[in-house]
């Protein structure tokens, strides 16, 4: 599993961690933060968030073009800068006022902007480490373990949020977390706590940075373009004209699929988030508080790769050692979920833990079945894997939809009152299967992207992987539109057709895809 792979993909992999970790607990109370604080609706909080999405994700286009000129590890150092001035305004206290709007729009500028600099020519770097001979083979690999990487900070930053809220609400007015109290002094606690968990970003993308400049001498030797690269005598990639069009033309068929992906697998931040808010009992009770236990859950998560050591070590020492220590996880795992009260009480953030989760402990099953069928001689193209992705992501969906049988519609429900009465099972049923599907399709995306991409447009074309992301992420609005106007039924309806239709189209491109990036 780790096995031929340069440091270089450690630095940049565990640099991204801590972006990401800061990153994400500001996205998981992002539309809550809204709500408490300016009062908006959930209509109103999801267009907000789905128009930053798609900022964020559009922006690395231009970061991408950039840095094809100006060079990659250039515009990392400077998207890092960027984004830490954007989290902090985010995190300095203003009123529910104008000010108050003016700061939040512009710290959320600096932060799409900073993103859009740092983002896709991080993951450049990580894909021009493949390029040598050496380490091609590992291409695919090296994405999946980057692409868990990045969710370790993911997987850590809702129970980081919830941790905060819950400090600052019982120490700013005794409050304790509930999703249907509307009092203003409560509310502006929450919101007060909601702008700590901004600053807990700040301090994130510093550690990201001492990591990235500490380890530069693993991945100096990837920083470097095409025109860099003819100009120090450098061995490139040559094609002609016809193959330049033909890659070029097989990325942008690919991105304008993957769109209706993230348009619903990014749900998890509104349509999913006010689905646990409105819908969900989120008083928890017997087996299935370890789930609201992120240590436990990392225990669990860290034994998968200790179990797969123990299990692929050709060394009898090895083996033992690292069943000893897959054994001590699960008791610890254990203690910890012992200890938990009975019921605990989860809140609506909390659900967007398991998708992480469930990238990080699932992504060595992936390598191992995927790699199994590569030395069988059976191979699964990365196009071929998105396809299944998005035929996955309806299967997901259809989980909600079932959950949603004959509940009262958000319409009829009212804004301020909820129906809890659903098991969490269910949004954690729907999380593992979209994960499923994320696996499927996103790091090997990234990968398809870094092996295919002409050398003089790898930035730009990284680039346009985001921004098919960020159409999607803008288009993930349409179901927090609907929230209050359409049945909950139709809402997921609209997703599952969606994706079974780009599932469709794109395993009817598979051939001509091949031939494109022969």
Same mark, same amino acid.
């Given at each position: 599993?780790?096995?031929?792979?340069?440091?270089?993909?450690?630095?940049?992999?565990?640099?991204?961690?801590?972006?990401?970790?800061?990153?994400?607990?500001?996205?998981?109370?992002?539309?809550?933060?809204?709500?408490?604080?300016?009062?908006?609706?959930?209509?109103?909080?999801?267009?907000?968030?789905?128009?930053?999405?798609?900022?964020?994700?559009?922006?690395?286009?231009?970061?991408?073009?950039?840095?094809?000129?100006?060079?990659?590890?250039?515009?990392?150092?400077?998207?890092?800068?960027?984004?830490?001035?954007?989290?902090?305004?985010?995190?300095?206290?203003?009123?529910?006022?104008?000010?108050?709007?003016?700061?939040?729009?512009?710290?959320?500028?600096?932060?799409?902007?900073?993103?859009?600099?740092?983002?896709?020519?991080?993951?450049?770097?990580?894909?021009?480490?493949?390029?040598?001979?050496?380490?091609?083979?590992?291409?695919?690999?090296?994405?999946?373990?980057?692409?868990?990487?990045?969710?370790?900070?993911?997987?850590?930053?809702?129970?980081?949020?919830?941790?905060?809220?819950?400090?600052?609400?019982?120490?700013?007015?005794?409050?304790?977390?509930?999703?249907?109290?509307?009092?203003?002094?409560?509310?502006?606690?929450?919101?007060?706590?909601?702008?700590?968990?901004?600053?807990?970003?700040?301090?994130?993308?510093?550690?990201?940075?001492?990591?990235?400049?500490?380890?530069?001498?693993?991945?100096?030797?990837?920083?470097?373009?095409?025109?860099?690269?003819?100009?120090?005598?450098?061995?490139?990639?040559?094609?002609?004209?016809?193959?330049?069009?033909?890659?070029?033309?097989?990325?942008?068929?690919?991105?304008?699929?993957?769109?209706?992906?993230?348009?619903?697998?990014?749900?998890?931040?509104?349509?999913?988030?006010?689905?646990?808010?409105?819908?969900?009992?989120?008083?928890?009770?017997?087996?299935?508080?370890?789930?609201?236990?992120?240590?436990?859950?990392?225990?669990?998560?860290?034994?998968?790769?200790?179990?797969?050591?123990?299990?692929?070590?050709?060394?009898?020492?090895?083996?033992?050692?690292?069943?000893?220590?897959?054994?001590?996880?699960?008791?610890?795992?254990?203690?910890?979920?012992?200890?938990?009260?009975?019921?605990?009480?989860?809140?609506?953030?909390?659900?967007?833990?398991? *998708?992480?989760?469930?990238?990080? +402990? !699932?992504?060595?099953? @992936?390598?191992?079945?995927?790699? =199994? %069928?590569? #030395?069988?001689? &059976?191979?699964?193209?990365?196009?071929?894997?998105?396809?299944?992705?998005?035929?996955?992501?309806?299967?997901?969906?259809?989980?909600?939809?079932?959950?949603?049988?004959?509940?009262?519609?958000?319409?009829?429900?009212?804004?301020?009152?909820?129906?809890?009465?659903?098991?969490?099972?269910?949004?954690?049923?729907?999380?593992?299967?979209?994960?499923?599907?994320?696996?499927?399709?996103?790091?090997?995306?990234?990968?398809?992207?870094?092996?295919?991409?002409?050398?003089?447009?790898?930035?730009?074309?990284?680039?346009?992987?985001?921004?098919?992301?960020?159409?999607?992420?803008?288009?993930?609005?349409?179901?927090?539109?609907?929230?209050?106007?359409?049945?909950?039924?139709? *809402?997921?309806?609209?997703?599952? +057709? !969606?994706?079974?239709? @780009?599932?469709?189209?794109?395993? =009817? %491109?598979? #051939?001509?895809? &091949?031939?494109?990036?022969?």
């Amino acid at each position: 599993m780790f096995e031929n792979q340069p440091k270089g993909l450690y630095a940049l992999a565990l640099a991204n961690t801590g972006e990401r970790f800061g990153y994400y607990t500001m996205l998981a109370i992002f539309t809550l933060f809204m709500q408490a604080k300016f009062g908006w609706t959930e209509s109103g909080a999801g267009q907000v968030y789905a128009v930053f999405l798609a900022v964020v994700y559009f922006a690395p286009l231009f970061g991408g073009m950039i840095a094809d000129k100006w060079g990659y590890g250039n515009c990392v150092k400077l998207g890092m800068g960027i984004m830490f001035l954007g989290y902090l305004g985010l995190a300095i206290p203003t009123g529910a006022d104008t000010a108050g709007l003016v700061a939040m729009f512009a710290g959320l500028a600096c932060v799409s902007l900073g993103t859009g600099l740092f983002k896709g020519n991080l993951q450049v770097l990580v894909g021009n480490l493949y390029d040598d001979p050496k380490y091609s083979a590992s291409r695919d690999s090296a994405f999946s373990l980057f692409y868990m990487a990045i969710n370790i900070g993911a997987m850590f930053a809702p129970s980081m949020a919830k941790w905060i809220t819950n400090q600052y609400l019982a120490a700013n007015g005794g409050f304790v977390y509930d999703a249907a109290n509307q009092d203003p002094a409560y509310l502006e606690a929450l919101y007060g706590a909601y702008g700590l968990c901004f600053g807990v970003a700040c301090i994130s993308l510093v550690i990201s940075a001492v990591i990235y400049f500490a380890c530069r001498n693993w991945f100096k030797h990837a920083d470097i373009t095409a025109k860099q690269a003819k100009e120090t005598a450098a061995p490139v990639e040559e094609l002609t004209p016809k193959q330049t069009h033909d890659r070029i033309v097989a990325l942008l068929l690919v991105f304008a699929v993957v769109i209706f992906f993230w348009m619903a697998f990014h749900q998890n931040g509104s349509a999913l988030t006010f689905f646990a808010k409105k819908y969900t009992n989120l008083t928890v009770r017997g087996e299935m508080r370890i789930g609201f236990n992120i240590f436990s859950l990392a225990l669990i998560a860290a034994s998968v790769y200790t179990m797969f050591s123990a299990i692929q070590s050709k060394a009898r020492n090895t083996k033992l050692i690292c069943g000893a220590i897959t054994l001590i996880l699960w008791v610890s795992a254990y203690f910890l979920y012992f200890g938990m009260a009975d019921p605990t009480y989860a809140q609506p953030s909390d659900f967007q833990q398991f *998708n992480p989760f469930f990238v990080v +402990a !699932l992504t060595p099953f @992936s390598m191992v079945f995927f790699g =199994a %069928l590569e #030395k069988k001689g &059976k191979p699964v193209s990365a196009p071929t894997r998105i396809a299944w992705g998005m035929f996955v992501a309806a299967i997901g969906f259809g989980v909600i939809t079932l959950a949603s049988t004959n509940l009262i519609s958000p319409m009829d429900l009212g804004a301020d009152q909820t129906q809890s009465i659903l098991s969490p099972g269910w949004l954690i049923s729907t999380y593992f299967t979209l994960t499923i599907a994320e696996l499927l399709l996103s790091p090997m995306g990234i990968s398809f992207v870094s092996k295919v991409a002409p050398p003089k447009y790898k930035g730009m074309m990284m680039g346009g992987w985001f921004v098919a992301t960020a159409i999607g992420n803008y288009l993930s609005s349409i179901p927090s539109m609907l929230w209050n106007k359409i049945p909950l039924m139709y *809402n997921w309806g609209i997703l599952i +057709a !969606l994706c079974l239709i @780009s599932a469709l189209v794109m395993f =009817a %491109l598979l #051939k001509q895809l &091949k031939k494109m990036t022969e």
